[in-house]
C-alpha cells in the first residue's frame, strides 16, 4: 500500500491508499487477473468512500474556527491518475478495448481521427450498460455487451458516493 504525503503551499495533500497488487509471471497479462486487480482496486476504494457514504447524502454539521456551526457536504473533487489507472477506475479495459478512452466513447479505430464531438464516458452511461449485461441470461450475451462496449464486469465503487 502506498501510503506518502505532498503538502502544497495552500495545505493540500496527495495520498495514495489502494493497494498493489504484484504480478507473478504465471498470471500476468491474463484478463482473469486484470480484472483481480480491477476488482481490488474497487473494492478497496469504496473501502473509503463508505466512511463517507452517508455524509456524502445528508451532509455534515461542523463547528469550525470562527465557532460558527457549517452543513459539509463532503465529495471526491479529483482523482489524479496514470492511464492505467484511469482504466481501472473508468471500468475499461484498457488500450486494446474497442473504447481505450477513459473520458469519452471513441471508438479505437477512430482514435487518431478525433472527432470534434464525442460522447462522454459517465459513470451512469457505464452503470446502464453493466445492468444491461447483468441481464442477459447467458454469459456469452453478458460477455459480448460487455465487449462492444470496452467494459470490464467489475462492481464500480463511485456509486457509494454522490457525485
Not at 1 to 23: A, D, N, T, Y
Not at 45 to 52: A, D, N, P, V, W
Not at 142 to 162: N, R
Request: aromatic share 8%; charged share 20%; glycine share 6%.
Amino acid at each position: 500500500m502506498i501510503i506518502g504525503g505532498c503538502v502544497s503551499i495552500r495545505g493540500g495533500r496527495v495520498i495514495g491508499w489502494l493497494p498493489i497488487v504484484k504480478e507473478s509471471k504465471e498470471y500476468s497479462g491474463k484478463p482473469q487477473f486484470a480484472n483481480f486487480k480491477n476488482a481490488v482496486g474497487h473494492e478497496s476504494f469504496k473501502k473509503l468512500l463508505q466512511m463517507i457514504e452517508k455524509e456524502s447524502q445528508t451532509g455534515c454539521w461542523v463547528n469550525c474556527w470562527d465557532g460558527i456551526a457549517c452543513h459539509f457536504f463532503p465529495v471526491v473533487l479529483i482523482l489524479s491518475a496514470d492511464y492505467e489507472e484511469q482504466a481501472v477506475m473508468a471500468l475499461i479495459c484498457g488500450i486494446k478495448s474497442n473504447f481505450p478512452c477513459p473520458i469519452c466513447l471513441i471508438p479505437r479505430d477512430q482514435i487518431l481521427e478525433f472527432p470534434a464531438h464525442c460522447e462522454l464516458q459517465t459513470s451512469k452511461n457505464v452503470l446502464k450498460v453493466l445492468q444491461e449485461a447483468h441481464l442477459q441470461d447467458t454469459t456469452e450475451k453478458k460477455e459480448q455487451i460487455l465487449i462492444q462496449q470496452g467494459l470490464c464486469d467489475i462492481d464500480s465503487a463511485f456509486p457509494v458516493v454522490k457525485m
